[in-house]
């Protein structure tokens, strides 16, 4: 039986996991473990667990980039928590296309709840919703709160209502950054995320927005990129269908899989190269030449 196929709007018992906990050592391995010894049953995967220690964004980044693809009632377990035992709520966000996302209330949500939105939140109660031996344990919530939630959600021992109260506000912690928009010929965006297998640079602008600006393949577009307001990188590349397009260490822009404007080497690293970061506070402008 495929995903799709499973009952609208309901869990799944599936659980999928991010961290940045790589994988050296056993955290990530306690958490399913934690999962499993709540049911059997549950079927765990993994989205990643390299984000780099402490950046939410990249987790933010990488939920909105793969929550759409998991059928309704999947339950994401993220936990990227430098404040850890702080006064950060634990929350469960379920979306208005039907997944539940387990996390801190520290920024991860800013990106999922723009683009697939926000159907209820509510914040974890511990009397409940915490692994009975991890009373006087305060620095692994992804263990003892995170994960011991989202597999009693995931495997239906409690309801999204069992998860705890519903806040007031459908309200997240949000990271600003610069949404993408066309002002008088320029394209402003941001750098969510690199391409990091091979140094790509990714940036926030649809494809809709971009073709606003009336470019054909080959034609150059004139691209500077920013971090905290002083400029990084200016260049020159064709905006092309594919990398072969151009030769090889030469730079183009393209549209990646997620049909958004980037830009790229041909068998090279442009963000090595150029010395180019991702994150909120990188900002792109792109306009034809």
Not at 114 to 130: C, F, H, P, Q, Y
Not at 210 to 230: A, P, S, T
Request: charged content about 20%; hydrophobic content about 40%; glycine content about 10%.
């Amino acid at each position: 039986m495929g995903f799709l196929s499973l009952p609208a709007m309901a869990q799944n018992k599936i659980v999928v996991y991010q961290s940045d906990f790589g994988l050296r050592d056993g955290a990530v391995s306690e958490m399913k473990g934690v999962a499993m010894g709540v049911s059997p049953d549950l079927k765990l995967f993994d989205l990643t667990h390299e984000i780099p220690a402490y950046n939410i964004w990249d987790a933010a980044y990488r939920l909105q980039q793969t929550v759409p693809y998991w059928p309704t009632g999947t339950v994401f377990v993220s936990v990227v928590d430098p404040g850890v035992g702080t006064e950060r709520k634990s929350v469960v966000l379920k979306t208005k296309t039907g997944q539940f996302i387990v996390t801190p209330d520290n920024g991860t949500l800013t990106l999922v709840a723009e683009s697939l939105g926000i159907e209820a939140i509510r914040e974890i109660d511990e009397s409940v919703n915490r692994r009975p031996e991890s009373r006087n344990s305060y620095t692994f919530h992804g263990r003892d709160v995170y994960s011991y939630t989202g597999a009693r959600l995931a495997a239906g021992v409690i309801t999204f209502e069992g998860v705890g109260p519903l806040l007031a506000r459908q309200e997240v912690v949000r990271i600003p950054y610069q949404k993408a928009e066309l002002v008088d010929g320029v394209i402003k965006g941001t750098i969510p995320v690199l391409d990091v297998q091979y140094g790509n640079v990714w940036t926030n602008i649809p494809a809709g927005l971009f073709q606003e600006l009336g470019v054909n393949f080959g034609q150059v577009l004139v691209v500077r990129i920013i971090h905290q307001g002083k400029e990084v990188h200016r260049g020159e590349m064709p905006y092309e269908a594919t990398f072969g397009s151009v030769a090889v260490g030469k730079p183009l822009a393209y549209l990646n899989s997620l049909l958004q404007l980037s830009f790229a080497l041909n068998q090279g690293n442009y963000a090595a190269v150029h010395g180019v970061g991702s994150g909120g506070e990188w900002t792109v402008e792109v306009r034809k030449k």
